[in-house]
């Protein structure tokens, strides 16, 4: 079974920058893509960045483009996400998640971490 354990997140004030990580079962290193969304109270879940095991291909929502990076540690089977200049619109619990194609993962991911939150302060 694909488990994944986010850690990271915290209280940070505006501008400031955050790092979530993401750990995962190997079995995830051959196919799947790991990415992670977030969920502010109220709203509905929000794609944030996804990355592929396999390595080269990144894809970020909009509001991420430029601020947060997506990587990978594949020694540590660990995802992480940079988020720089952090705004109190980033609020939210932010989920690690897998699936075995992009595709699947940006609609209905097959597996979920239970999620950490992020609080920016303005």
């Known amino acids: 079974q694909v488990q994944l354990v986010e850690s990271g997140g915290g209280l940070v004030q505006t501008g400031g920058s955050l790092r979530l990580s993401c750990a995962a079962s190997?079995?995830?290193?051959?196919?799947?893509?790991m990415g992670w969304f977030r969920q502010a109270p109220g709203k509905e879940r929000e794609f944030v960045a996804a990355i592929r095991w396999s390595g080269g291909s990144t894809n970020y929502a909009d509001s991420a483009k430029g601020r947060f990076t997506i990587s990978t540690d594949n020694a540590k089977n660990t995802v992480y996400l940079q988020m720089n200049s952090l705004k109190p619109e980033d609020t939210a619990v932010y989920y690690c998640?897998?699936?075995?194609?992009?595709?699947?993962?940006?609609?209905?991911?097959?597996?979920w971490g239970r999620g950490t939150q992020v609080t920016v302060s303005s």
């Open positions: 190997r079995r995830t290193f051959r196919m799947f893509t």
């Open positions: 998640a897998a699936a075995p194609s992009y595709t699947i993962l940006s609609n209905n991911p097959d597996y």
